[in-house]
């Protein structure tokens, strides 16, 4: 796959991330009582992306420590690589488990397969709701026009998707980010993001998908970052929404 990295964005990181944790705060989904969070965690896994993979091996325990409280959370792994490959595995509320199954993934060059990972949310969402999709990615290689009516359909439904970019390549930023917008998600770039910081970006989903916007605003008491983001959330609540 060719380099699609020569061109960065020219906002910061921080501002990336600080825009992309106002934008978890702002959207509407709420949990029902006693429901347990499901977040599915989708990953680009084609031959640019080992060096994503493994740091991603190594935050996503964050998904389950933050949702503990909150009732727990179940995650599933969904990746693509290689000639239209795409796996999912069984939905598991354990850590290591998941870990277990990413370090055992190795990438292989091949074109994207957004769409699939789409549909397949919605798929998962009719049999049992689904409060968040992740998806971590570093470009897009489909049609941009079937990518964003799955996108408006999974805002229908209630299924936000939440895009980590690696890379910034232009084109695909503009592509996710209407990916996002129509979901009812965020976007967020990853360039320059620290170990902390991708651990609170997950930590923010995952208090989201478990408790909805009243647990991400008790969040702030945890600590001085996550007061920041309760802090966002009540400044997003403050606004207007589109008319």
Known sequence: MADRRDKLPTS????E???????????PRLRPARARGRVIFAMDATASRQPTWDRACTY?????????????????????????ECRTSPWTSDAATLRNKMTSVRCLGGMTQIGRVLRHALNENADQPVQALIFVGDCVEESIDGLCAKAGEMGLHGVPVFI?????EPTAAQSFRKIAKLSGGAYCHLDGASGDQL????????VFAAGGRAALEAHGRDNAE?????????LSHAKPGPS
């Open 12 to 15: 910061s990181p921080s501002s």
């Open 17 to 27: 991330i600080d825009a992309f944790l106002n934008q978890v705060a702002a959207s």
């Open 60 to 84: 996503q325990g964050e998904l389950f420590r933050a949702a503990e409280d909150l009732g727990g959370l179940d995650v599933q792994l969904v990746f693509y690589r290689g000639l239209r």
């Open 164 to 168: 980590f970019h690696d890379g910034g």
């Open 199 to 206: 651990r609170q970006l997950l930590s923010a989903i995952a």
């Open 226 to 234: 996550a007061r920041r983001i309760a802090e966002q959330l009540r």
